[in-house]
């Protein structure tokens, strides 16, 4: 398997500052995003809590974790991010493609936008 690299950007919900910008490791294995804790605090992103994280090795850790507009492929959303080591690789998680209809093709390794994001309703009696 090869990784699979986007260019997204990162900045604090009101967009009062520049964004930070960077090319980010795709991981479905991981549920958010995370991003070096000194540039997400450039951008004005502020931790908001702190939880537990398992690392790929089975280590487990605490990091700060923030809310932050992240833009990808002419797509936008609003995701929980955690405040990695500073000069860590960026990492976008898998509940932000799927929250703007992306995901990765398993063959190709790239990402291919769905053509609808999935609705699931119940129209009960009337």
């Known amino acids: 398997m090869g990784y699979t690299h986007v260019t997204a ?3 604090n ?3 009062s500052q520049p964004p930070y910008t960077a090319s980010f490791l795709v991981d479905t294995g991981e549920i ?3 991003a070096p804790g000194d540039e997400l ?3 004005g992103i502020e931790p908001e809590g702190r ?6 090795n089975g280590t487990p ?3 700060d974790f923030g809310f932050a507009r992240v ?3 002419g797509s936008e959303t609003v995701s929980k991010n955690i405040f990695g080591p500073n000069g860590v690789e960026p990492l976008l998680g898998v509940t932000v493609l799927e929250s703007v209809g992306i995901g990765v093709d398993p063959v190709t390794q790239t990402l291919k936008r769905y053509a609808a994001l999935p609705l699931k ?4 009696g009337t």
């Open 61 to 63: 850790v605490e990091y």
């Open 13 to 15: 919900l009101q967009k």
């Open 51 to 56: 939880e537990a994280y398992e690392l790929a």
């Open 41 to 43: 605090r450039k951008v």
């Open 32 to 34: 958010v995003c995370l």
């Open 71 to 73: 833009s990808f492929m």
């Open 9 to 11: 950007s990162v900045s």
């Open 121 to 124: 309703m119940v129209i009960r």
